[in-house]
Nanobody, 113 residues
């Protein structure tokens, strides 16, 4: 079965960095676009970043210039490098196979002010 397992979340101070990882199994990873979503307390889930099979990327305006999504097809893994973190980035971050119902369980990122 399809599994997406996120890691790398934690507590960081404002201005700090974290790198999230998501390893997929049960799929031919290289043929799927992947994405990171997040859900902050009391808010709806939002798309943070996505990466196509070609490697082209898209970002929410709120994270442009600070976050970078990348993928390593040999490791079946997608990454989200998060720099210059702000308290408003605090959320549970989910890895997804783009445009499908496959989601990981999420990893919590907390940015303290």
């Amino acid at each position: 079965q399809v599994q997406l397992v996120e890691s790398g979340g934690g507590l960081v101070q404002t201005g700090g960095s974290l790198r999230l990882s998501c390893t997929a199994s049960g799929i031919i990873f290289s043929v799927y676009a992947m994405a990171w979503h997040r859900q902050a307390p009391g808010k709806q889930r939002e798309l943070v970043a996505s990466i196509r099979v070609s490697g082209s990327t898209n970002y929410a305006d709120s994270v442009k210039g600070r976050f970078t999504i990348s993928r390593d097809n040999a490791k079946n893994t997608v990454y989200l490098q998060m720099n210059s973190l702000k308290p408003e980035d605090t959320a549970v971050y989910y890895c997804t196979i783009k445009d499908t119902n496959y989601w990981g369980k999420g990893t919590l990122v907390t940015v303290s002010s």
